[in-house]
T-cell receptor, first 114, second 116 residues
Framework: NAGVTQTPKFQVLKTGQSMTLQCAQD?????MSWYRQDPGMGLRLIHY???????DQGEVPNGYNVSRSTTEDFPLRLLSAAPSQTSVYFC?????????????FGPGTRLTVT | AQSVTQLDSQVPVFEEAPVELRCNYS??????LFWYVQYPNQGLQLLLK??????LVKGINGFEAEFNKSQTSFHLRKPSVHISDTAEYFC??????????????FGTGTRLTIIP
């Protein structure tokens, strides 16, 4: 199993550009989520999905879109990048049911917006 | 709403000394509690969890934590640290009852630095 994979590892964007951060998992997990990590602020939930075709907003959703067409993939789209979106982005997945707490994180994408 | 406070942003400790990383939470209902560890340039890994039962829980790499309901705390401890414990540690909480839609709220993290 590859676990949770994220691409790219690093990205530099100019203000106003758009891009998609990719996330995939091969563990057949129903629940997937995106977090951003900023110094002194910990991890904050951007969007999450409880299954294919179902997404919802987290704590800081503005400026981001998600979709979940398959169980495996959960891409995060930045519509018009802003310097405030400079951050490290983590994708995570977990099973539902009794072991829901076993959350698996990807290695992260470090995004810089200039 | 649930929230987590990690009181120390940085903790330097000499190698082989004991360490305690503090975590307090706030919630109007019963909670599940977690500690995650993030090694440099990696994603987060689950270190240990409290779901129910014994208030002292043991995790990987010799860490343990104690759930104290009256003080709403879940402090992480290790009796003797090693250089390899250098990492950032995050406390997290999830409220019970949201079956199928459990959300984790993370603290701001504590950077543990081991001094040789």
């Amino acid at each position: 199993n590859a676990g949770v994979t994220q691409t790219p590892k690093f990205q530099v964007l100019k203000t106003g550009q758009s891009m998609t951060l990719q996330c995939a998992q091969d563990m057949n997990h129903e629940y997937m989520s995106w977090y951003r990590q900023d110094p002194g602020m910990g991890l904050r939930l951007i969007h999450y999905s409880v299954g294919a075709g179902i997404t919802d907003q987290g704590e800081v959703p503005n400026g981001y879109n998600v979709s979940r067409s398959t169980t495996e993939d959960f891409p995060l789209r930045l519509l018009s990048a802003a310097p405030s979106q400079t951050s490290v982005y983590f994708c995570a997945s977990r099973p539902s049911g009794q072991v829901w707490y076993e959350q698996y994180f990807g290695p992260g994408t470090r995004l810089t917006v200039t | 709403a649930q929230s987590v406070t990690q009181l120390d942003s940085q903790v330097p400790v000499f190698e082989e000394a004991p360490v305690e990383l503090r975590c307090n939470y706030s919630s109007s209902v019963s909670v599940y509690l977690f500690w995650y560890v993030q090694y440099p340039n990696q994603g987060l890994q689950l270190l240990l969890k409290y779901l129910s039962g014994s208030t002292l829980v043991k995790g990987i790499n010799g860490f343990e934590a104690e759930f104290n309901k009256s003080q709403t705390s879940f402090h992480l401890r290790k009796p003797s640290v090693h250089i390899s414990d250098t990492a950032e540690y995050f406390c997290a909480v999830s409220e019970k009852g949201n079956f199928g839609n459990e959300k984790l709220t993370f603290g701001t993290g504590t950077r543990l630095t081991i001094i040789p």
